[in-house]
């Protein structure tokens, strides 16, 4: 760091700070998330994709009935897959369909 | 393990990567039939599927400079750095540095300077995306470091673990951009300074093009500077520095994670 560098005043940066809080649209709330199956495309999975696979990113066709992302709560069943028997994704693995 | 089958592994991993080498001796297939052909599929399925993992990753690049140079380009790369770890969603970190160093070298003079500059975009995407999630700062927080007068100089901040900073001399985070619009980026003036902070809110990965002192005093925080000191950096030389506009924006994507009173005790 250089030494000539000007220290901003206290006041300067509690004004911002308080700005940059008093700016936040009050329901900020974090989304919920829940595992969904059968939605990944290939090598896009969160994790684990079953036995010989330990790791993410390994799943080897889209939507891969084992594979599973995080989505936003209440969104997995309104996400299309194109291997699920309901034709959308799954809170809990399944045996895909042929596509 | 015995030197002799780290020899033949180190033999049969090197001829994986290299065409001109003969397949490994003492190989054998199940029918007796010759395995120089059957490890030629296996040598192509290889390079072939990290190819296409960095196609995923830096979807952007490829459609810049095209699949087919895009390809060429990652061959040459998977054969030169082969992955580390079996996650293959993390491939490609040494990706940027070596499109830079390609670009230099292969591109017609002056072409795709940005190049490396938008895979380090690209890359910090994918970081982004896998990154722990933290909850944003308490407000009780908040109100301590509003509280403490003279002394909030001395506060430090915590960042988003997902949040990174892309300082390019190119207008990288607009060309980013604008691939992702259809908008037409051969018509973008991109040869301008851009920052980029890439960071992800919820479950989305926003690129937000930001000025250098917001990306400088991004930096200066996750460094571990005090609040003043980052600010006082950032704004150095640099009067469009907005300190209040880039709090804003990090509040606003729940990057400030948490506030640390100062260290030294209250006189």
Known sequence: MQATVTKLPATVLALALGAAFTSLPAAAQPA??????????????????????????????????????????GSCEKTASKTSPTGFGKLESFKEKKA | MTLATDLRQ?????????????????????????PSARF??????????????????????????????????????VRGHPPHSCVLAQYGEAFPDFVADF?????????????????RI????????????????????VNAALA???????????????????????AVASLWAADQTDADADAMSWDRPES??????????????????????????????????AAAVAAHGRPAFDLSAT??????????????PPFREPS
């Open chain 1, 32 to 73: 919920d998330k829940e595992k969904c199956y059968g939605v990944a495309l290939k090598g896009k999975n969160d994790c684990a994709a079953g036995p010989g696979t330990t790791c993410a990113g390994t799943s080897k066709a889209d939507h891969q009935g084992n594979a599973w992302s995080y989505v936003a709560k």
């Open chain 2, 103 to 119: 670009v230099t070298h292969f591109a017609p003079a002056g072409e795709l300077p940005y190049l490396a500059d938008l895979c």
């Open chain 2, 122 to 141: 690209e890359m910090a995407r994918v970081r982004a995306y896998h990154a722990a999630d933290l909850d944003p700062v308490a407000p009780d927080a």
């Open chain 2, 196 to 229: 980029a902070l890439i960071l992800r809110d919820g479950l989305d990965v926003l690129v937000r093009p930001v000025n250098l002192g917001s990306a400088r005093f991004v930096q200066a925080v996750q460094q571990g500077l005090s609040f003043g000191s």
């Open chain 2, 10 to 34: 180190a033999d049969f991993a090197a001829a994986l990567l290299d065409p001109e080498r003969p397949c490994p001796a003492n190989l054998v297939a199940w029918n007796g039939s010759d």
């Open chain 2, 148 to 170: 403490c007068g003279e002394d909030i100089a001395d506060i430090t901040l915590s960042l988003h673990p997902s949040l990174s900073v892309v300082e390019s001399d190119y």
């Open chain 2, 40 to 77: 030629a599929v296996y040598r192509n399925n290889v390079v072939f599927s990290l190819i296409e993992a960095l196609a995923d990753t830096f979807p952007v690049a490829r459609r810049v400079v095209g699949t087919e140079s895009f390809c060429s380009m990652a061959a040459a790369f």
């Open chain 2, 247 to 260: 709090l804003t924006m990090l509040v606003r994507h729940s990057a400030l994670t948490a506030i640390h």
